[in-house]
Structures are given as structure tokens and as C-alpha cells.
């Protein structure tokens, strides 16, 4: 089965500061990844989505994301952290049934 | 588009009680699922469907009943209601079972069972 490992409960930086949110997926055939971002008592949204077209995806918001197959890796990166980044981050892999996502990552933004 | 929407908002129950939380998309998309939310478990699948009359359990099924009777809505039935269930419900739908389809999730049931 798909899975997705999201190292890191918990990450805190400095307004205008790199964000880096790691995300390593295990598959036994090639990927489709996304990240997802949650808003304080909100559903979630959609940052951006690996489909295999391209390995450095952009989505919204400011965001990237490269795919890493010698990694198994697909890192969610912005260069500079803004106060409204604050939130939760799912990263999640994709099969023709389900969508299994990873246990999230707090992002806290310090002035 | 309304997108997903989820009704209600909140519940509370005893032990033991029945519900039924609802959710409808408006954008005639054929796969819809249901996921709850825990402190740092991230979204586990419970149940979903490609289709209408289709269902079929997903990663934490027990407990939990579904039915897709139309293509628009897809309830999560708890038939005896236990404080293990307490958790944030949300509806998610995309356009078919497709990977590659993001999916588009609803704002949310905070379900507290006493």
C-alpha cells in the first residue's frame, strides 16, 4: 500500500525566513502527490499536485514542491515565510481508490 | 458552485445514539469519500464510492455505514455512537477515481460523543 512519512510535527520560523515542510512517500508504482493546506477550523485546500509532468511543481500561495524519485522525496519549500502561511500541511499520495495522506505539519510563523 | 457542503457544523451525542452526517457536492463528480481527522493521524479514509450505488470500506471502516443513492450526496451513518468516533468528519469528492484528480473537501463535522 501507499504511504506518505511527514517528518516533523511541528515547525516554527521567522517572517521572511525559508520554509522547508518534508514529506517522503513509499510506492510500488509511480506517484501521484499533493499538498494540502488547513486554515484554523477550515477544510483543505489544495497547494499543489505531482502528476508526473514535471519534477518541480508551483502551486499557490508562493509554494513549491520537487519530486525526488532517487529520494523518494517530495519537499514542500516557499523562500520567504509570510505571517498568513501559518496553518497545517498534508502531504498525501493518490491511488485509483484512496488518498492516504500523512500524519501534517504545524507551521507557525514568528514576527 | 457551492462545492462540498457538510451538515452540521457540530454535534454532540451520547453513547450510544444514532446519526447521520450529511454531505452533497454540486459539480456531478463521481467519487466521493469520507475521511475523519485526529491530533496527529492526519485524514484516515473511512468509507467511499465511485459512484452512485457503489461504496466499498476504506483504511477505519468500522462503525460507520454509507450509502450512494445519487450522485449528489453521500451520508456517513454512525449507527451507536462511542467516544472512540469523537473526531472531525470531512467529505471529500473528485471527479472520478482517477489519481491523478485532486480531491475538493467540505468545511468540516466536529462530532463530540460523550
Known amino acids: 500500500a501507499q504511504s506518505v512519512t511527514q517528518l516533523g510535527s511541528h515547525v516554527s520560523v521567522s517572517e521572511g525566513a525559508l520554509v522547508l515542510l518534508r514529506c517522503n512517500y513509499s510506492?510500488?508504482?509511480?506517484?501521484?502527490l499533493f499538498w494540502y493546506v488547513q486554515y484554523p477550523n477550515q477544510g483543505l485546500q489544495l497547494l499543489l499536485k505531482?502528476?508526473?509532468?514535471?519534477?518541480l511543481v508551483k502551486g499557490i500561495n508562493g509554494f513549491e514542491a520537487e519530486f525526488k524519485k532517487s529520494e523518494t522525496s517530495f519537499h514542500l519549500t516557499k523562500p520567504s515565510a509570510h505571517m498568513s502561511d501559518a496553518a497545517e500541511y498534508f502531504c498525501?499520495?493518490?491511488?485509483?481508490?484512496?488518498?492516504?495522506f500523512g500524519a501534517g505539519t504545524r507551521l507557525t510563523v514568528k514576527p | 458552485n457551492a462545492g462540498v457542503t457538510q451538515t452540521p457544523k457540530f454535534q454532540v451525542l451520547k453513547t450510544g445514539q444514532s446519526m447521520t452526517l450529511q454531505c452533497a457536492q454540486d459539480m456531478n463528480h463521481e467519487y466521493m469519500s469520507w475521511y475523519r481527522q485526529d491530533p496527529g493521524m492526519g485524514l484516515r479514509l473511512i468509507h467511499y464510492?465511485?459512484?452512485?450505488?457503489?461504496?466499498d470500506q476504506g483504511e477505519v471502516p468500522n462503525g460507520y455505514n454509507v450509502s450512494r443513492s445519487t450522485t449528489e450526496d453521500f451520508p456517513l451513518r454512525l449507527l451507536s455512537a462511542a467516544p472512540s468516533q469523537t473526531s472531525v468528519y470531512f467529505c471529500?469528492?473528485?471527479?472520478?477515481?482517477?489519481?491523478?484528480?485532486?480531491?475538493?473537501f467540505g468545511p468540516g463535522t466536529r462530532l463530540t460523543v460523550l
Open positions: 510506492s510500488s508504482v509511480p506517484p501521484y
Open positions: 505531482y502528476t508526473s509532468a514535471a519534477t
Open positions: 471529500a469528492s473528485r471527479p472520478d477515481r482517477a489519481a491523478y484528480n485532486e480531491q475538493f
Open positions: 464510492s465511485v459512484g452512485a450505488g457503489i461504496t
Open positions: 498525501a499520495v493518490s491511488d485509483n481508490n484512496d488518498m492516504r
